[in-house]
């Protein structure tokens, strides 16, 4: 018999020392490998990275234009132990890009179903 599933949202915000963009660039690619493969198994069920206001600004600059803020994911797990684990076992929570005091992870019930994919 499956464990029951339930839905989390993960707010991660970065840290907003002077060297957390390079942190967070420097593990991208392999933060990213993890994503897709947590994915396919159903346990990340999307996510992505957050950004400034000012990032969709028409005229921004580059830099306003390539800001992250933080990352957001809906992550299916059995507990919220399970889910923590899922976000404490990322590349972005082991190399200081998210600011571990601010992380928020709570329970999330749906009241819209999920958009069906487009083939």
Do not use: C
């Not at 396919?40 to 950004?51: N, S, Y």
């Not at 299916?76 to 404490?88: F, G, H, T």
């Not at 329970?107 to 999920?114: A, E, I, K, Q």
């Amino acid at each position: 018999m499956s464990k029951q599933r339930h839905t989390f949202i993960v707010w991660a915000p970065d840290r907003i020392d002077p060297d957390a963009l390079a942190r967070r660039l420097a593990v991208r690619p392999q933060h990213l490998v993890r994503a897709h493969e947590l994915h396919a198994r159903g346990v990340i069920l999307t996510g992505g990275p957050m950004r400034p206001p000012e990032s969709i600004t028409p005229g921004a600059s580059v830099d306003a234009q390539n800001a992250f803020v933080g990352s957001t994911m809906i992550v299916a797990a059995s507990s919220l132990e399970e889910a923590r684990a899922v976000v404490e076992g990322d590349l972005y929570y082991t190399s200081n890009v998210w600011d571990k005091e601010k992380l928020t992870i709570l329970p999330y019930s749906p009241s819209l179903p999920w958009p069906a994919n487009e083939a």
